[in-house]
């Protein structure tokens, strides 16, 4: 077998020691965003003359590691417990999405974008899903019902991403007990979207034209039972971890972002948010009809690892009461639209007709050709926007699919959070960036 | 006195409490069964899966099996949840290298058995080209009870011994010789479509 | 905007010296390899002050598409997202980039968050980024070989085989 070559080692991409670097290769490692004043380049300069290299040590963190969630590899340089510098090395989990993507019809593409960001599926349906309607123009079209219900999963997607973050985060830190709470929760979630959908993740439930199916009988009782069950936990949880002085001590001042190097970095979502910046798409370039609801955007203040556990908590409760909403003002109607390019028949009428049938087949072999273009089309995921970008060549299948990822991004802030920290909250750090290797990778 | 010495006075008649017999091989392959600690070898989706079904709702505790350790050194079972890409693959192996011996693999999900629906030039296709795999459990990501379901079967095997004489007849180990390539490992080829 | 917004002659829509167009109601600017660092400069300047994404794309099936306003195709384009988080706006910016000479001047002065972006860039399409600190794969392997998101690598996909299976 030679499949693979045994050796672990990547080469130009590891950390590799200072004396190899330039200038500007150890800056960008040391966690600077290029745009530094005087006194922040001086105060640079005397680091590096404080720690020669003989008394620094490179350690290697990944990409097998409990709290890297999933195969993120962090290289990290340290002098004695503090993090001098740091480097994300990514790709351990490549998986060619955009390349299969263009292999794939526009009928099969939600198939492999919901595995992209594996917390948060629904989102990545619905971008993908939104970047087609645009191109085949008909996101004017989409009934109502369709979009009530991609917003009515997209919010409870959003929870259940931020549940599974209190749990990770609670793992990280040492609140044991945290995750098997946030894991309870989450399956209660998952519950309704396997009843919905018929699978716990990865969905591919939001296509091209609407969705897959209608919401089933009782559909309501048990998203109310799941909303009503939820904020006597929720306060149990304050307590036990916004109100606990360890928890404080492990999070507040970590890990510090401010506003300018987000938006230098293009950091998006809580991130973005704990420095203070209200930044929320669904807020401020609407899509779906979440103009027409009421919800606050959570901002933080201080850019920390607190402010960024703080927000996404809260924001559980932001999208309990968007649900609530949605809920009231649910229309009935059609799951998608009725329009024969992109919409199979019923099955009923498989049965009978002869055309149904043919168009049922050739639908789902050589699926539906959307007019040549390219489109942009971004939406906020619990981390950030995600953003699908398509180009069309008139056939059937993509030309070329990309998705930016929030998390991708996101990643490019840790070296900058870490610096000057010590190298036990560069665990606090990692998981408040709170990144999907899914996603980063694709 | 000590119970030795009860038996050497009294013969069988010495000894207070009851007791049972068995033959050490099977008392061992019955204590490795129930008390394998699984490596938390997480890759994708599968990861979350695998961590769900330690969590309260499903149990893994169940079957002797939350233990789920971080360092390879102390763990059993190598649980390859999610997608294997070409660069995570030396890793793995070097992962399944330094774990002791008796050792065993499950394959979590489609993407780690074959390939599932990426057959593409990124991920490996097959975990069973780089790790003798004992249980593949299907899915995408396989549901928590699929799961279970695989470890109950890796257990039966472990405990009717199948496992360990398949090993002896291939000299023990993994019995997959990886063969060091030089630089360019690419295994799909370069030319115009 | 419109006071950057000036209008040539043939009634093609220019800003900072570039045509726009329109794409399904987004805006597009098409620059070139010369003005591409003076006009993603001028757009922060004008308030798109994040850069949102920036990706290629290899139009090796399509070599005789048009991009618009007389703009010669060429093999690779890298887009460009930016966003104003003031003007609550997106634009985007395409240049053309030939085969025989596959570089682009980074843009990691302007905007350090395309780092990644373009170390993918360059990972994925072969397009090298002038000026960036640490020019090196960032998905693949170290040592592989090719460059998997151009047309003419294979998707590498194995037919699938039944082994030992009864014919």
């Known amino acids: ?442 | 006195m000590g119970l030795v010495q009860n038996v050497l006075d009294d013969g069988l008649g010495g000894i207070e409490h009851n007791f049972v017999t068995a033959r050490i091989e099977d008392l061992v392959k019955w204590a490795r069964s129930r008390s394998s600690w699984g490596a938390s070898f997480g890759l994708a989706c599968c990861a979350i899966e695998m961590m769900g079904t330690g969590a309260s709702h499903y149990d893994l505790s169940r079957f002797g099996m939350e233990v789920f350790r971080a360092s390879p050194r102390q763990a059993d079972i190598m649980i390859v949840a999610g997608r294997v890409s070409q660069k995570m693959a030396p890793v793995l192996r070097q992962v399944y290298d330094q774990m002791m011996e008796p050792k065993w693999v499950i394959s979590m999900g489609v993407c780690a058995s074959s390939g599932g629906m990426f057959n593409n030039y990124a991920i490996v296709q097959g975990v069973d080209q780089i790790v003798p795999v004992d249980v593949y459990a299907p899915g995408c990501p396989p549901t928590p009870e699929t799961l279970i379901h695989a470890i109950e079967t890796l257990h039966e095997l472990i405990e009717d011994g199948e496992i360990m004489r398949r090993r002896a007849s291939n000299n023990g180990g993994a019995g997959i010789q990886l063969t060091e390539s030089a630089i360019a490992a690419a295994p799909v080829t370069l030319g115009t479509k | 905007m419109s006071d950057v917004v000036e209008t040539v002659d043939n009634a093609v829509e220019t800003q900072h010296g570039c045509p726009v167009l329109d794409s399904l109601g987004q805006r597009v600017l098409l620059a070139t390899r010369e003005n591409y660092i003076s006009v993603v400069k001028a757009l922060v300047d004008e308030g798109y002050t994040m850069c949102i994404d920036l990706t290629g794309v290899d139009y090796l099936n399509l070599p005789n598409r048009t991009v618009g306003h007389g703009v010669a195709p060429e093999r690779f384009e890298v887009v460009a997202n930016f966003l104003s988080l003031t003007l609550r706006q997106r634009i985007r910016v395409r240049v053309q980039i030939p085969e025989n000479d596959a570089t682009l001047p980074s843009l990691f002065d302007l905007h350090p968050g395309t780092e990644a972006h373009e170390r993918e860039t360059y990972d994925m399409f072969g397009i090298s980024f002038d000026g960036h600190p640490d020019m090196t794969r960032i998905l693949m392997p170290e040592d592989w070989d090719g460059h998997p998101l151009r047309k003419d690598y294979d998707q590498g996909s194995i037919p699938v085989q039944f082994k030992g299976s009864h014919s």
Not at chain 1, 16 to 29: G, I
Not at chain 1, 245 to 258: A, C, D
């Open chain 1, 1 to 442: 077998m030679t499949i693979v070559s045994a050796g672990t080692d990547e080469g130009g991409q590891e950390l590799l020691s200072r004396s190899e670097l330039t200038a500007k290769e150890l800056l960008r490692e040391v966690g600077s965003v290029l745009r530094l004043s005087e006194t922040e380049a001086a105060a640079l300069a005397s680091v590096a003359d404080e720690a020669p290299e003989d008394q620094t040590m490179i350690i290697n963190m990944g990409p097998q590691h409990p709290s890297t969630h999933g195969v993120l590899r962090l290289m990290l340089e340290l002098q004695g417990e503090t993090v001098l510098r740091c480097k994300p090395i990514i790709g351990y989990l490549h998986t060619g999405m955009e390349k299969t993507g263009e292999a794939l019809s526009y009928m099969q593409g939600g198939t492999n974008v919901t595995r992209m960001d594996y917390l948060s599926p629904l989102n990545n349906e619905l971008v993908f899903s939104m970047a087609v309607e645009k191109l085949l123009g008909i996101d004017g079209d989409i009934p109502e019902r369709a979009t009530w219900m991609r917003m009515l999963l997209s919010e409870l997607n959003r929870m259940s991403s931020h549940l599974l973050f209190l749990a990770t985060n609670g793992m990280d830190i040492g609140a044991v007990s945290m995750m098997l709470y946030g894991w309870r929760e989450r399956e209660d979630v998952l519950r309704f979207f396997q009843k919905v959908t018929g699978l716990r993740m990865n969905h591919n439930f939001i296509r091209p034209g609407g969705l897959a199916a209608d919401l089933p009988a009782g559909w309501r009782d048990d998203v109310l039972e799941i909303l009503e069950n939820l904020p006597s936990r929720l306060e149990e949880y304050d307590i036990l971890m916004s109100g606990q002085p360890i928890w404080r001590e492990r999070l507040q001042g970590v890990g510090v972002i401010t506003a300018q190097e987000a938006i230098a970095l293009g950091v998006t979502g809580p991130i973005l948010r704990s420095t203070g910046v209200p930044w929320d798409l669904r807020r401020d370039m609407p899509y779906l009809h979440y103009d027409q609801l009421e919800f606050d955007v959570v901002v933080g203040e201080y850019g920390d690892a607190y402010d960024r556990y703080s927000i996404r908590f809260n924001e559980i409760r932001e999208s309990m009461r968007i649900v609530y909403q949605i809920l009231d003002r649910m229309p009935s109607g059609d799951y998608r639209i009725q329009d024969k390019k992109v919409t199979p028949p019923p099955r009923a009428r498989i049965d009978e007709s002869m055309e149904a049938l043919i168009h049922h087949f050739k639908i789902f072999t050589e699926g539906f050709k959307v007019p040549e273009g390219e489109v942009y089309v971004s939406i906020e995921s619990p981390r950030g926007e995600i953003g699908c970008y398509i180009v069309s060549d008139g056939s059937s299948h993509p030309y070329r699919m990309h998705v930016r990822a929030p998390s991708f991004v996101n990643i490019q802030a840790m070296p900058h959070m870490m610096r000057g920290g010590l190298v036990a909250d560069a665990v606090a750090v990692i998981s408040s960036v709170d990144p999907v290797l899914g996603e980063v990778d694709r």
